[in-house]
């Protein structure tokens, strides 16, 4: 659970236990279940990254329309990618692609728009399928962007 998710929901209990609508108990039992938290490892589930069928999609000429926005989602690394080393990950959510801190985007993402790492990029951006994804594209066929997310 994230820090401010665990705040708000300690936050909303310690309401309920002084309304009385929610027995002190319940205090108790997220304590422990607070202390037995462990920091957990997420990582993507492919057998080999390399036999993954990708989208027969034309990214670089839709780029400019779509500003790259697949490559501003999370991409979790699979234990292949971690092996194989050549993708980079973030220390502080380990093993996710790490985005540049001003755009936002894939830091193996070059000015041009490019993957820097593409030969040995992950599973998720090989299959990854842009053409239904309404936070992409109103309409894929007629070239029609969706609004650009506020940051």
Not at 50 to 70: H, Q, T, V
Request: negative net charge.
């Amino acid at each position: 659970m994230s820090d401010e998710v665990s705040r708000r929901f300690e936050s909303l209990l310690d309401a309920l236990i002084e309304r009385g609508e929610v027995p002190q108990r319940f205090k108790d039992h997220l304590a422990r279940i607070q202390a037995d938290e462990k920091p957990r490892v997420h990582l993507a589930i492919y057998a080999d990254k390399y036999e993954l069928e990708s989208p027969d999609i034309d990214c670089a000429s839709r780029i400019p329309l779509c500003g790259a926005r697949c490559c501003s989602f999370d991409v979790l690394l699979s234990p292949q990618d971690v092996a194989e080393g050549g993708v980079p990950w973030v220390l502080d959510k380990p093993y996710e692609l790490p985005r540049d801190p001003v755009t936002r985007r894939c830091a193996c993402m070059d000015d041009g728009g490019a993957c820097t790492i593409y030969d040995k990029r992950p599973g998720a951006c090989r299959r990854y399928d842009c053409r239904e994804d309404q936070r992409v594209w109103i309409d894929f066929t007629a070239r029609i962007p969706a609004p650009m997310p506020e940051r």
